[in-house]
């Protein structure tokens, strides 16, 4: 049972959800969620080199990709976005994934905040799922 997680958000700007996929991403912000104190904490922030720089780029939706984001991820339960590409599957097999509609990284981050059960009922189910949340 975890008492504590690391989520990687998928980010275009410092204040915005990446509007497209995960992978696709400028960055990802990493954040550690203490379960029983409902706090979360901003730890880093990575540049993602497995960008795609356009629609048909080389790479997009490939597992190499895939496997390149998660080497950038040590320790991380879940994944949070806008939105999850053809790679969904493959990384479902290795993390939780959450979804948001809003791109507003504040309005995101009181979601989280105020839905701390559903959290950990979520990270502590042995299947990784897919998990939609909205703001409160």
Do not use: C, W
């Not at 509007?19 to 901003?42: C, M, P, Q, Y």
């Not at 629609?55 to 895939?66: D, I, L, Q, R």
């Not at 496997?67 to 479902?92: C, D, E, F, R, W």
């Amino acid at each position: 049972m975890y008492e504590q997680i690391k989520i990687a958000f998928g980010m275009e700007t410092e204040d915005l959800l990446n509007k497209d996929h995960f992978g696709n991403s400028v960055f990802f912000r990493i954040a550690e969620f203490n379960l029983t104190k409902n706090i979360l904490s901003l730890t880093e922030k990575i540049p993602n080199p497995h960008r795609d720089h356009g629609e048909k780029s080389a790479g997009h939706g490939e597992e190499a990709k895939a496997g390149g984001i998660a080497s950038l991820l040590p320790g991380v339960q879940i994944l949070a976005g806008h939105a999850m590409g053809t790679n969904a599957a493959k990384m479902k097999q290795k993390y939780h994934i959450l979804l948001f509609k809003n791109l507003d990284f504040s309005a995101v981050r009181n979601s989280i905040q105020a839905n701390p059960g559903k959290i950990r009922e979520f990270v502590h189910q042995e299947e990784k799922k897919i998990l939609r949340l909205e703001e409160p």
